[in-house]
């Protein structure tokens, strides 16, 4: 039976992993046991991804990139090259902790965008559509549609689903509306919550 993905050939993939058609995986990547990887997805060179990993459909994950067990990455999440997950809180070497018992649950929303070289600390919820600057560190979580930056990553505005910063008519720290100037979509907001109209 022919197979509907692509895996070059430097690339490894474990026994009991579950791949959708249309997905690539590239160059000296490795995929753990027990992982699932949706359809159209594209894992750059040097990618690893964890064993019991959940990957959802149409994901870009660039190079240098490992996504550890306890990750969940819904749809159109976007991984920029060399950013990083953590799946424990305080990693000791004298003192290992393997095994799913240990790992924190980090998910990442759809259409999430994580910038090169960020970090996103374990045990965080990233909701659908935030927007994480390159080389932020994200230390709790993190709203719909918000675009955080800086270490520890602050909330610095708020986007719209195709990734415009959006401007509002009133506060942007209590509400207002906005309409995004590239596509037009329009938006709600009441304090740390974001709604498309």
């Keep these: 039976m022919e197979k509907k993905f692509f895996v070059h050939e430097s690339a490894y993939v474990d026994n009991n992993v579950e791949i959708d058609e249309g997905t690539k995986i ?65 990693p000791r070497s004298e003192f290992p902790q393997r095994g799913s018992e240990f790992y924190l649950k980090t998910k990442v929303g759809k259409s999430v965008s994580l910038g090169a070289n960020s970090t996103v600390v374990c ?15 994200v230390t709790r979580d993190i709203p719909e549609y918000a675009m955080v930056y800086g270490n520890p990553a602050k909330i610095r505005g708020w986007v719209c689903a195709c990734g415009n910063k959006l401007s509002y008519s ?15 979509r329009q938006y709600n907001k009441q304090g740390n919550k974001v709604e498309q109209v």
């Design 170 to 184: 009133a506060d942007e720290k209590s509400g207002g509306k906005a309409t995004c100037s590239k596509c037009g």
């Design 26 to 90: 590239w160059h000296f990547s490795h995929v753990q046991g027990g992982s699932k990887i949706g359809k159209n997805c594209s894992l750059g060179q040097n990618v690893n991804i964890g064993n019991n990993v959940r990957i959802g459909n149409n994901v870009k994950i660039q190079n240098n990139v490992s996504v550890y067990e306890g990750v969940e990455l819904e749809d159109y999440v976007f991984c920029g090259p060399s950013m990083v997950f953590t799946n424990i809180l305080n």
């Design 123 to 137: 045990g965080t919820t990233l909701g659908k559509y935030a927007f994480v600057g390159a080389g932020a560190v």
